[in-house]
């Protein structure tokens, strides 16, 4: 079993940052691949960001590539989001998941409760 807590949500003006954190708590969050998505209400959750165990496979979705950056600590048991040149429609919930399997396309089995993000305009 593994807990996630995300941390780092709020309101921020466009062309603004925020830092989503991560912690794990449970089974070794090494052996897991990390990936942060996010969900609008009334829609499907959306992938955003995912890094391989090591941290040395990472993939975007498109919609953020160039403002987005997944990074982890594995001595920490944590994982971020930094975001950055945020827009009104990146404002969703954002959850974090640990998974196993492909590095590029985890099969994820545990997720958080999920940090709201609300980028005004």
């Known amino acids: 079993q593994v807990q996630l807590v995300e941390s780092g949500g709020g309101l921020v003006q466009a062309g603004g940052s925020l830092r989503l954190s991560c912690a794990a708590s449970g089974r070794t969050f090494s052996g897991y691949h990390m990936g942060w998505f996010r969900q609008a209400p009334g829609k499907e959750r959306a992938f955003v960001a995912t890094?391989?165990?090591?941290?040395?496979?990472?993939t975007y979705a498109e919609s953020v590539k160039g403002r987005f950056t997944v990074s982890r600590d594995n001595a920490k048991n944590t994982v971020y989001l930094q975001m950055n040149s945020l827009k009104p429609e990146d404002t969703d919930v954002y959850f974090c998941?640990?998974?196993?399997?492909?590095?590029?396309?985890?099969?994820?089995?545990?997720w958080g409760q999920g940090t709201q993000v609300t980028v005004s305009s």
């Open positions: 890094i391989s165990r090591s941290g040395n496979t990472i």
């Open positions: 998941a640990a998974g196993l399997g492909l590095e590029y396309n985890p099969s994820y089995i545990y």
